[in-house]
């Protein structure tokens, strides 16, 4: 009687470790996240009140429910300490926004570091503010 107990254990255990295999079709893959960055306006002078917008797309669907978006901002020449991080705004059509001043003229760079349906995107931009 153990005997048919230890065997019954036995083969719980390796059916349970088993894999099944569906075959529902080629598993479908999520596009990736698309992040654009622009300003608004286009030419950004200093000491003027600006916004930096990231516009989130997921093939032709706007993402109007990233988990965070968020500008990091830093002069050519500053060291990783010095740069700011700001977290958008949601404003629609998967504009994710944020009002900025740029106190002087210089070459700028930014992250849209954008995490949104599973997928982080952090493109690198430049902007020269006159």
């Known amino acids: 009687m153990a005997r048919f107990f230890s065997l019954l254990i036995v083969l719980l255990v390796l059916s349970g470790c088993g894999s099944t295999v569906s075959n529902n079709g080629p598993e479908v893959i999520p596009e990736l996240i ?48 010095q740069h700011e991080k700001i977290e958008a705004n949601y404003q629609q059509d998967g504009l994710y926004v944020i009002s900025y001043i740029f106190e002087e003229p210089g070459k700028y760079f930014i992250y849209s570091h954008t995490t949104a349906r599973s997928y982080h995107s952090m493109p690198k931009n430049e902007i020269l503010v006159k």
């Open 34 to 81: 698309d992040v654009q960055f622009k300003t608004d306006p286009e030419i950004v002078k200093a000491n003027e009140v600006i916004e930096l917008i990231a516009t989130v797309s997921q093939g032709n669907e706007k993402v109007d429910d990233a988990d965070k978006v968020e500008f990091e901002i830093w002069k050519e020449g500053q060291e990783e300490s």
